[in-house]
């Protein structure tokens, strides 16, 4: 009833495990020290939304501290916003820096 592996099948079956195992990963989009690009747009956001709460909290403290409401307080959320903006902007160009190294490190492996 049983009948015997076709030895054919097996070798076949076997040369395409092979050259599977042999393929190359998809490699992972890794960005600046190897973070992922997720990772670092979740950076980008905190570090925004850091800034303008910091902006906020001491406009708002000294708003009170003077008695004018909404005079630093407005000022300070601006200005933290625009800190959090640079500091962005200087995050995102480390990861362009670092994918360009990582190129060009790449391009003089296969050149090898």
């Known amino acids: 009833m049983a009948s015997e592996p076709d ?3 097996l ?8 050259q ?17 690009q997720g990772e670092v747009a979740y950076r980008m956001v905190i570090e925004l939304i850091v800034g303008i709460l910091l902006g906020f ?5 000294l708003d009170v501290l003077f008695g004018t409401l909404p005079v630093f307080l407005a ?7 625009a800190a959090g ?16 190294n990582d ?7 296969e050149g090898m």
């Open 20 to 36: 599977m195992r042999e393929k190359p990963k998809p490699a992972r989009s890794e960005t600046a020290k190897g973070f992922s």
């Open 85 to 100: 903006v640079r500091i962005m902007l200087r995050t995102a160009r480390e990861v362009a820096e670092k994918q360009a």
């Open 103 to 109: 190129a060009a490190a790449a391009a003089k492996r």
């Open 11 to 18: 070798r076949a079956l076997h040369e395409r495990l092979e």
């Open 57 to 61: 909290g001491i406009g708002y403290g």
């Open 7 to 9: 030895p054919d099948r």
């Open 75 to 81: 000022s300070f959320t601006l200005l933290g916003f």
